[in-house]
């Protein structure tokens, strides 16, 4: 049986990737180094923006540099490829007619992961970029599993947008009380789960330590689906919930 590498179109963000890149090694149930996935990672921090093309498709093009990026990672021999960023898969199905490597979709995996664990979810929110949402990247995938969905209001989306980008990618404190605000308007809408469908939201999610099953990360989810595709075996969620207190990367 051949080795089976993981490729990463990382960089966007950079933070988000380097996380990602921890989370393989510590979510995976391992007692030496060969117990763990090889991967190949392309931490490409200069792809243009993905939300600022969805939104005005005059602004630089980003598929051009991923589908390098992705046809650089298929010579390399990898056998299947990660993207640790949520908005970047409006170009999912253009990317993956590129490369016959597999693509491993966070969105179809996050949604299904939830499904999957929780028969008694009726109603997802989305916490994502302006992007993501436009896109209505989660919202298909939850009408395809016949989950309704909510998504922030106007004033929301916007504190959202300033959480993301002005502050965890700026290298900024996050401000958690807003965070925890607007996942508790999803709640009052009725959310059974809420989705944190950016990966700079994951990033939150491990700095405060949050231990709750109704919020699932999807870079959690997308790691967790990695291990699995190459080969080895991931540790169950609670212990990965130990663990994320040691995972900061200040």
């Known amino acids: 049986m051949s080795e089976k590498i993981l490729g990463v179109l990382g960089g966007i963000g950079p933070l988000a990737t380097v996380y990602f890149m921890d989370m393989l090694v510590k979510m ?5 180094d060969q117990g763990h996935i090889p991967v190949l990672c392309y931490n490409h921090s200069t792809i243009p923006d993905r939300t ?13 540099v991923m ?8 010579k390399a021999g990898v056998s299947h490829i ?9 170009f999912y199905e253009q990317l993956q007619k590129k490369v016959n490597v597999p693509i491993i979709n966070i969105i179809e995996e996050t949604v299904n992961y939830i499904t999957a664990h929780n028969a008694n979810v009726r109603k997802i929110g989305i916490l994502a970029t302006e992007g993501t949402i ?18 922030p209001n106007d004033f929301d989306k916007k504190s959202l947008m300033n959480i993301i980008y002005h502050q965890v990618k700026a290298g900024k404190p996050a401000d958690f009380e807003e965070f925890m605000r607007i996942i508790g308007v999803m709640k009052h809408e009725g ?8 990966t700079e939201l994951s990033i939150i999610h491990r ?37 994320r207190a040691d995972t900061t990367l200040r």
């Open 28 to 32: 995976t149930d391992a007692d030496c």
């Open 67 to 74: 589908e390098n990026d992705a046809l650089l990672l298929e």
């Open 191 to 198: 959310c059974d789960a809420v989705i944190l469908g950016c």
């Open 134 to 151: 436009a896109a209505r990247a989660y919202q298909n995938v939850c009408a395809a599993h016949g989950v309704d969905y909510a998504t």
């Open 52 to 64: 600022e093309y969805i939104l005005d498709n005059a602004k630089p093009n980003p598929l051009p």
């Open 82 to 90: 990660a993207i640790p960023c949520n908005t970047a898969h409006y």
């Open 207 to 243: 700095d405060f330590n949050m231990n709750r099953p109704d919020v699932v990360d999807s870079l959690e989810v997308l790691a967790r689906r990695c291990i699995e595709l190459c080969g080895k075996k991931p540790i169950s969620p609670r212990a990965n919930t130990e663990l």
